[in-house]
């Protein structure tokens, strides 16, 4: 046990002595911070040129053969044409900014005609959305009833209170999704990132030849269970430093109005994170095991690596009928999933964040996991045995399941 520690210790304190493993912390919020602020200019300076644009417009000439458009909206800088070419014409030589063109058959054919020189994408939109919204404002002037303008314009929300199996309410919208949709960022983060470590640590020391000089000092239990515990510890920094940054920059946002969001927090199934958190961590130690057990049967890390990805496709399979998933929490391709190792731990974070479990079911889930990561930790040191001192050739697969049936 207590060479267990030391390894562990070391691993811990090696990975987050990296300068890489900083850059690989704090890149992703910089980015997220650089991606944000160069939106956020983007949106500004569009505004802005848009401003602009519109300021320069002087002259929009609406030709309206269909009838559609309400005397009282031809003002300065809107005017009636008469003649299609004519004001075509008028386009090419600049005496007009745009032509919007109502032909008879308007309505039946469903479609009209904008003409106007190039002046951006965005300009062009804008003179679309300038002749829709004539149209509606027409229409509204044709209807007397206060009560109907105001069905068709007001723009309505809804409250809506859903009962769960134990009568008490949920919460229904987005609030609903930022509990699962976190869970599953960070497991997929502490998974597919920081899971890495396992297998890049595995098979860097079989590639460099140190294995050797490791297994003469502690026993490969203590090694890799060391490697186990001292990379989690890593892995779970790294997700400790995204959620305080990612959580800090929210409230930073929100106290500063920077940031508008009509999302109650308060409900969202705050109380379904304790469980994700143990899911999250079951889930990282089996794909910790499991990269290990590859790490040990690969001949370098680079062949370690196009291993991994096999296991990698199995895990992110429910991605190709979430909706079904998310529409049916509780079916029989979710049952399903929900006990296959390699995506047990995610779909129990999903289904607990957007469904009601019953306590038993959550905590079977727990206890099967459980059993997975004992499994996977125990098969992992099998094939760390086998292809630990393997340094010219991957066992066969005759090798590798005579190892892993082979009891003790």
């Not at 990975?15 to 992703?28: D, I, Q, S, Y």
């Not at 458009?69 to 090419?92: C, N, T, W, Y």
């Not at 502690?218 to 490697?227: A, D, E, N, P, T």
């Amino acid at each position: 046990m207590n060479r267990m520690l030391v390894v562990a210790k070391f691993e811990y304190l090696k990975t987050v002595k990296r300068k890489a493993f900083w850059f690989a912390t704090l890149f992703m919020p910089v980015m997220i911070v650089v991606i944000m602020a160069v939106s956020a200019f983007s949106s500004v300076e569009g505004s802005k040129r848009l401003e602009q644009v519109s300021e320069s417009i002087d002259h929009i000439t609406v030709i309206d053969e269909a009838g559609l458009i309400s005397e009282s909206l031809f003002s300065d800088p809107v005017f009636k044409g008469d003649s299609f070419e004519q004001a075509r014409q008028q386009v090419q030589s600049g005496e007009t900014d745009a032509v919007v063109f109502f032909p008879e058959d308007t309505l039946t054919s469903g479609s009209y005609q904008v003409v106007t020189k190039d002046v951006g994408l965005f300009q062009t939109f804008g003179y679309q959305g300038f002749a829709e919204a004539l149209i509606q404002q027409s229409a509204y002037e044709r209807i007397d009833d206060p009560t109907a303008i105001a069905m068709i314009t007001q723009p309505l929300s809804s409250q809506v209170t859903v009962f769960g199996e134990n009568g008490q309410t949920q919460p229904f919208g987005v609030e609903r999704f930022i509990v699962p949709g976190v869970s599953l960022l960070f497991f997929f983060l502490s998974v597919f990132i920081s899971g890495q470590y396992m297998l890049q640590s595995v098979a860097e020391e079989k590639e460099n030849r140190m294995i050797e000089n490791l297994l003469s000092m502690v026993s490969s239990r203590s090694l890799i269970f060391g490697k186990l515990l001292g990379l989690t510890g890593a892995a779970f920094t790294q997700l400790i430093v995204w959620a305080v940054l990612g959580g800090g920059a929210v409230i930073f946002g929100i106290a500063n109005e920077s940031i508008d969001v009509a999302i109650d927090f308060s409900q969202a199934p705050l109380e379904t994170i304790p469980v994700n958190i143990i899911f999250t961590l079951l889930g990282f130690l089996f794909f910790a095991s499991v990269m290990t057990g590859v790490g040990g049967i690969g001949t370098s890390y680079k062949d370690s690596q196009s291993l991994s990805s096999v296991f990698v496709i199995l895990s992110v399979l429910p991605f190709y009928f979430i909706t079904i998933l998310l529409s049916d929490p509780n079916g029989v391709i979710a049952q399903v999933v929900s006990y296959f190792p390699f995506t047990s731990a995610m779909i129990f974070i999903l289904r607990n964040s957007i469904t009601t479990l019953s306590p038993l079911e959550v905590g079977f889930g727990l206890l099967i996991n459980l059993v997975y990561v004992a499994l996977a930790g125990l098969l992992a040191l099998k094939l760390f045995n086998l292809g630990s001192l393997m340094y010219n050739r991957r066992p066969k697969m005759r090798e590798i399941m005579h190892v892993l049936l082979k009891r003790g």
